[in-house]
T-cell receptor, first 112, second 114 residues
Framework: QKEVEQDPGPLSVPEGAIVSLNCTYSNSAFQYFMWYRQYSRKGPELLMYTYSSGNKEDGRFTAQVDKSSKYISLFIRDSQPSDSATYLCAMKIIQGAQKLVFGQGTRLTINP | DVKVTQSSRYLVKRTGEKVFLECVQDMDHENMFWYRQDPGLGLRLIYFSYDVKMKEKGDIPEGYSVSREKKERFSLILESASTNQTSMYLC?????????????FGEGSWLTVV
């Protein structure tokens, strides 16, 4: 079993829809959770990060962490064609090694 | 802004060739990483380095080596390239310690081994 599971999609939604992207994990020691966005033929870029359970909002994006269920989500409101990309979740244990564990990535397309 | 620069974006190499992928970061970060990214497999860590001349194996180090002679530069070496090393390679860096929680990636190097 992988430490982090993420549905690879592809996911295709109409412009303006609310998008929900999800990851589950098995290691309860993970404390730091991130979402990266990767455009085609580019490197991933950090979108959001959070340390704790609950919600964190940044503009149209909301990151949600449920440690009891070992489940994290990224919501995109009022989705735009420019949001079309692959979204990767990543997580790590704060103390100790710097290694991040990534999900497989979900490929998202927003249709105009 | 942090900049991680991978000097070669697209390379085509022959089986058995020695390949060097170079990476430079401009933020004085302690930690540097090499990943490869493949469809269906996601990002997999090859090697990382937490200081000059220090290196640690990641999840898939076989067939690769690394060199970090200067803090800003981290090189990935394929001693004898094989077709199963055709992939996108991503270099990344972070600050050291507990503050190194944001990883910054380069643009990627697309390697094709024929």
């Amino acid at each position: 079993q992988k430490e982090v599971e993420q549905d690879p999609g592809p996911l295709s939604v109409p412009e303006g829809a609310i998008v929900s992207l999800n990851c589950t994990y098995s290691n309860s020691a993970f404390q730091y959770f991130m979402w990266y966005r990767q455009y085609s033929r580019k490197g991933p870029e950090l979108l959001m990060y959070t340390y704790s359970s609950g919600n964190k909002e940044d503009g149209r994006f909301t990151a949600q962490v449920d440690k009891s269920s070992k489940y994290i989500s990224l919501f995109i409101r009022d989705s735009q064609p420019s949001d079309s990309a692959t979204y990767l979740c990543a997580m790590k244990i704060i103390q100790g090694a710097q290694k991040l564990v990534f999900g497989q990535g979900t490929r998202l397309t927003i249709n105009p | 802004d942090v900049k991680v620069t991978q000097s070669s974006r697209y390379l085509v190499k022959r089986t058995g060739e020695k390949v060097f992928l170079e990476c430079v970061q401009d933020m004085d970060h302690e930690n540097m990483f090499w990943y490869r990214q493949d469809p269906g497999l996601g990002l997999r860590l090859i090697y990382f380095s937490y200081d000059v001349k220090m290196k640690e194996k990641g999840d898939i180090p076989e067939g690769y080596s690394v060199s970090r002679e200067k803090k800003e530069r981290f090189s990935l070496i394929l001693e004898s390239a094989s077709t199963n090393q055709t992939s996108m390679y991503l270099c990344a860096s972070t600050e050291g310690g507990i503050y190194g929680n944001t990883i910054y990636f380069g643009e990627g190097s697309w390697l094709t081994v024929v």
